[in-house]
């Protein structure tokens, strides 16, 4: 088993005549937090569909776990271990919190149509297990208070940490966060800090795009920049800050890191 | 033991079809429930595929037709006992509705849709034409009755009960798959086909899965169908009967499967009424239930999208939301 998890090399997109990923390549290191930032329009969240095999790409190879997954269809890729979040929030609004979670342990089971219909020996116990391990990820986002409650009745930040725990729950190796402090509140983003931390310390890549820099200085080890589909820029927290390309393309020059949310680098 | 609301309401609805008979002594209106009871098979079937999967099946007729005819063909011109014939019609029905599927969902959207129901005018046409295997227009005679053990389901009494048990077993088998990973997995689907897929869900294998499902059911009924009354005709299985079953599904409840007994009745009683009264007063005879059905759904599906008793049921609680509210 290498260091890297994820490798993507080369990675071309064009939609119409737009060419959306002009030959991206990232390494991303096993329980390491990596952070994708960037304007708007960069190609963050495409490259994030990319990967995940929610889109074909036009050119190039992604390699996940020492194996190819390029070109192989997203649920066959979560299986390997890769789950994303949504940038706009995908929550299952007819379900309930505890629900959607569960819908996260569906790799977890296998009963079918035929074992569901008939309720065959073994149905309910697996009912029981994927319940239970539901509510175990509902208490390490903290939001198992809420487990019956409609999801969609939540307030947007819960349902984020909603989204999380449906994440968590498919047992990840490799977690992609799209924009998971967008639309949160400082407390809220500040949770949302801890929650990262503590999903790599149980062993869990995370890739995230964000464009809060507070909190993505704050977390990530490591970081690469996008600009127009091509990455301008590559390195550690601090090596961007006093990248002139980094500052000039994106985070301006009169950023500075807010002093109480700082960490020690 | 104690019981909830809930289950008593089953109880009661379950002991109430199981006594009707009895109560109603006559064999026409018995048949009459008879036929809601295959229009419930029909469309908890559909109810699954487009309430719980969001899918669409326009053309689900095709299915119900499939399994007439295969039972007619096998019992009565193959010599296959009826009972065999039944269950071959069903499982075959189902296989073919798995193979059809396979094609089909490569489609999205308006180009699914007109693909059922393409599937159930080709359906039509082949049973018009094919008349050697089928009898064509003139429909198909002599359908044998189920006999199991010596003992023969040839009045209406003995059908009703026979289909309304099959109806009861049809609805407890989908209420087990909706309240299962299966269920979570087919609305999942429905909400955002490409979030379930981030979660491992296979969506095309569900979509095909459970459409295979909805067709195996209107196989069964089907062929209850052909040994009920011992004759069909493509008549009984042409787009006009579709768009009933999606008026049964829309009206029931797209998402449920209690909705669904519900939703058949009113249809049934609905275009009893139709022909019978509406008829009378406007002096027209011929298809006029087509024109209220139609009108129907397009009210149904633009105010309470989700189906007509569970838009109720949401109207309803919400007002009774903004009642506590106010006090």
């Known amino acids: ?25 990232l390494t991303i290191r096993r329980k390491e937090i990596f952070a994708l930032i960037g304007p708007n329009g960069a190609g963050k969240t495409t490259m994030f569909n990319l990967i995940s095999g929610a889109h074909p790409l036009d050119q190039g190879e992604v390699i996940f776990d020492d194996k190819p997954i390029h070109g192989k269809p997203s649920y066959h890729i979560a299986a390997m271990g890769l789950i994303r979040t949504f940038q706009n929030l ?67 930040g819960q349902q984020r940490l909603v989204e999380i725990a449906r994440a968590l729950a498919a047992s990840p190796k490799l977690l992609m966060l799209d924009e998971p402090a967008a639309g949160l509140t400082r407390p809220e983003t500040r949770i949302l800090d801890g929650l990262i931390s ?68 | 033991m104690k019981y909830s609301s809930a289950q008593i309401a089953v109880i009661v609805f379950v002991a109430a079809i199981l006594l009707a008979p009895l109560v109603v002594r006559d064999n026409y209106q018995t048949f009459m429930f008879t036929l809601i009871g295959l229009y419930t098979i029909l469309t908890v079937g559909l109810s699954l595929v487009m309430g719980y999967a969001g899918q669409v099946s326009l053309g689900h007729a095709t299915f119900y037709g499939i399994g007439a005819y295969v039972t007619a063909l096998l019992s009565a011109r193959w010599g296959v006992p009826p009972w065999a014939a039944l269950i071959i019609a069903g499982l075959l029905t189902g296989v073919i509705g798995y193979l059809l599927g396979v094609p ?66 049809v609805m407890w088998h989908s209420l087990n798959i909706v309240n299962s990973r299966v269920g979570r997995a087919l609305r999942a689907i429905h909400t ?66 209690w909705g669904s007994i519900f939703g058949a009745g009113a249809v049934v009683l ?25 009108v129907l759904l397009v ?22 939301t903004r009642m506590k509210n106010e006090q």
């Open chain 1, 1 to 25: 088993m290498s260091d890297v998890i994820l490798e993507a090399k080369g990675i071309q997109k064009s939609f119409g005549g737009v060419m959306a990923v002009a030959g991206v390549s």
């Open chain 1, 90 to 156: 995908q929550i299952f609004g007819t379900m309930t919190v505890l629900e959607n979670v569960m819908v996260g342990s569906h790799l977890r089971g296998k009963t079918g149509f035929i074992s569901a219909g008939f309720r065959l020996p073994g149905v309910a116990v697996e009912e029981k297990r994927v319940r239970d391990h539901a509510l175990e990820m509902l208490k390490w986002v903290g939001m198992e208070s809420r487990a019956n409650d409609m999801a969609t009745s939540l307030p947007f």
């Open chain 2, 270 to 294: 609905l275009a009893q009424f139709i022909r019978d009264r509406l008829g009378e007063w406007f002096g027209v005879t011929g298809e006029q239930e087509i024109i209220v059905f139609g």
């Open chain 1, 198 to 265: 503590r999903i790599r310390e149980n062993g869990v890549t995370v890739l995230l795009v964000e464009h809060d820099m507070n909190l993505v200085m704050g977390i990530a080890d490591r970081m690469a920049v996008l600009q127009y589909g091509s990455k301008i820029a590559e390195g550690t927290p601090a090596e961007m800050q006093a990248n002139t390309d980094v500052i000039g393309a994106y985070l301006g020059v009169d950023w500075e890191m807010d002093k109480p949310f700082a960490r020690a680098v």
């Open chain 2, 192 to 257: 955002s086909e490409v979030a379930a897929e981030s979660l491992g869900v296979d969506a095309n294998a569900f979509k095909l899965k459970v459409f295979a499902l909805a067709a195996g059911y209107a196989g069964i009924a089907g062929g209850l169908y052909a040994q009920a009354i011992h004759f069909i005709s493509p008549a009984s299985f042409d787009i006009l009967v579709s768009i009933e079953l999606v008026t049964m599904a829309a009206i029931g409840g797209l998402a449920s499967i």
């Open chain 2, 104 to 169: 089909i969902f490569r489609l999205r959207g308006h180009y699914l849709a007109m693909a059922t129901v393409g599937l159930n005018v080709i359906f039509i046409l082949i049973v018009k034409n094919e008349v050697d295997l089928t009898g064509g227009p003139s429909g198909f005679k002599d359908i044998p009755p189920l006999s199991l053990a010596g003992f023969v389901f040839d009045n209406d009494v003995r059908m009703y009960y026979l289909v309304w048990v099959i109806a009861l077993g």
């Open chain 2, 299 to 320: 009210v149904i599906m633009v105010l309470t999208p989700e189906g007509l008793t569970t838009g109720s049921l949401r109207v309803f609680r919400e007002w009774r």
